[in-house]
């Protein structure tokens, strides 16, 4: 079966520096998404890695090793408006989304 | 920035009332998706709509829901007799394409459907 596992909750001080990890495996491969969902609200996106290595987007970073089946997201100096989900999400063979249960980030003052 | 917008925000129906969620996706883009999240769980898909069929369906979708692109540019998801465990929220989104990276998901703010 096609699997994503993300850890379901972590907590982080403001002003550091925290990593989710995601690992995956899902028939085929095509990318891997990370979306920002906040309490309530819709997903966005965040990045998309198709190739091994790291993307780097302003706080926030991506990498993927597509021979471990592992991502993780970074995000450094945190601010208190990162409190929200992180959503993993891998495109399979069929170019259809998998989706992790998403990790919840907790920043504390 | 375009948006894929959603009505209702809310709506609450007694058990066994049909249920229309209506989306108006992005207007250049060509794949359409309906996904729903259980509260406090992960988020799951429904249905993707291209070229005016189902591309694609999961288990969740069965013969209780339809979806329609009714005209160029609603795309409505109805739910035929609706159940206590259908109380979710439900997101729409749309995407330029789907064989690319370019297949980013733009979401809608998502409709709140409680049954009672």
């Known amino acids: 079966g096609q699997n994503i596992d993300q850890p379901t909750e972590m907590t982080a001080t403001e002003g550091a520096i925290v990593q989710i990890n995601c690992t995956y495996q899902?028939?085929?491969?095509?990318?891997l998404f990370w979306y920002q969902q906040h309490a309530g609200e819709a997903p966005t996106f965040l990045s998309y890695n198709v190739l091994d290595g790291l993307e780097e987007k302003g706080r926030f970073s991506s990498f993927l090793s597509r021979s471990k089946g592992y991502s993780y997201l970074l995000l450094k100096e945190l601010q208190m408006k990162d409190s929200a989900s992180y959503l993993c999400?891998?495109?399979?063979?069929?170019?259809?989304?998998?989706w992790g249960a998403g990790t919840k980030l907790i920043i504390k003052p | 920035e375009p948006e894929v917008t959603q009505t209702p925000s809310h709506q609450v129906t007694q058990m066994g009332q049909e249920v229309i969620l209506r989306c108006v996706p992005i207007?250049?883009?060509?794949?359409f998706y309906w996904y729903r999240q259980i509260l406090g769980q992960k988020v799951e898909f429904l249905v993707s709509f291209y070229n005016n069929e189902i591309s694609e369906k999961s288990e969740i979708f069965d013969d209780q829901f339809s979806v329609e692109r009714p005209d160029g540019s609603n795309f409505t998801l109805k739910i035929r007799s609706t159940k206590l465990e259908d109380s979710a929220m439900y997101f729409c989104?749309?995407?330029?394409?789907?064989?690319?990276?370019?297949?980013?998901?733009?979401f809608g703010a998502g409709s709140r459907l409680t049954v009672l």
């Open positions: 899902t028939s085929g491969f095509n990318g």
């Open positions: 207007s250049n883009h060509l794949y």
């Open positions: 999400a891998v495109s399979d063979s069929n170019y259809q989304l998998i």
């Open positions: 989104a749309s995407s330029k394409t789907v064989a690319s990276g370019a297949n980013v998901l733009t």
